[in-house]
């Protein structure tokens, strides 16, 4: 738990370490390829996510026109070159909203599968599987605030699709911080992290997990790679998890061995070799 939470002193630029928390999305795949006595666990939550984000995409596009006559530009009220692209914007923002709302309903249902599959992810990666978590109550009640702080994000990107010009930037965004956070909770749980320290483990790896996020929301609109969108990401959460702790680990014994000596120690080493 101590390398999850440690801060490296000396990192990369902000871009580079984007790319590479965007990295664990292709590698999340790849790495189910693999693997495939992963697959049967991959199955259900795979086949959920599809279904549930396709209706939830069906559903914002049945919605579309009502929302463009409640919350749209009325007609005549603006330029038509202005009011196009905002009736536009606000048809993209309610599908993306509502596909991204399905989804969230099913990594709920499927989250003791996708839980499974972190654990035989990080076995198969580390070989062994670590777990400081506070007991069954403890993970069901962070398991219940990541899914409701996910599925609290659509509403977010709805909203934020109504900004001109910068508001689907905004949006993707903030759907990628919602997964980032969804796909990472099973690995930090069992490092035993609480809601708020994985908050705060986000912070301190912004641009990875922001990268992570990003592009896995982007791989949602892929073709066939997003069938297998659900437990690809979680596959990848726990990867990067992974990465970040060896990273931490790997730094912090860097610094440890560049670190001066103390001055009694060297006086009392002097001393002994004198004496």
Request: without cysteine; charged residues 15%; neutral net charge.
């Amino acid at each position: 738990m101590d390398d999850v939470a440690s801060t490296p002193s000396v990192r990369p630029g902000l871009l580079r370490r984007a790319g590479a928390g965007a990295w664990e999305v292709p590698a999340g795949f790849w790495f189910l390829a693999r693997n495939p006595r992963l697959w049967p666990l991959a199955g259900l939550p795979a086949i959920l996510a599809v279904l549930l984000a396709g209706l939830g995409a069906f559903a914002g596009l049945v919605l579309v026109p009502r929302i463009d006559a409640s919350l749209g530009p009325s007609p005549g009220s603006l330029p038509e070159w202005l009011a196009l692209p905002m009736s536009v914007l606000l048809g993209i923002a309610t599908i993306g909203a509502f596909a991204f709302l399905g989804l969230g309903l099913a990594f709920a249902l499927a989250a003791p599968l996708l839980d499974e599959l972190s654990r035989r992810v990080e076995a198969r990666a580390r070989g062994i599987v670590e777990d400081a978590s506070h007991g069954l109550r403890s993970e069901l009640v962070d398991a219940l605030r990541g899914a409701l702080y996910f599925l609290a994000a659509a509403p977010g990107m709805f909203l934020l699709g109504f900004i001109p010009i910068v508001g689907p930037l905004l949006s993707l965004l903030w759907g990628g911080r919602a997964v980032a956070m969804q796909m990472t909770d099973p690995a930090l749980t069992r490092r035993g992290l609480r809601f708020a320290q994985k908050r705060a483990w986000h912070r301190e790896w912004r641009p990875e997990t922001l990268g992570f996020g990003v592009f896995g929301m982007l791989g949602l609109i892929v073709p066939f790679a997003n069938l297998l969108i659900a437990p690809a990401l979680v596959t990848a959460g726990t990867l990067l998890v992974l990465d970040l702790e060896d990273e931490a680990a790997e730094t912090n014994r860097a610094l440890a061995a560049k670190a001066p000596e103390s001055p009694g120690t060297s006086a009392s080493g002097t001393a002994a070799v004198t004496g």
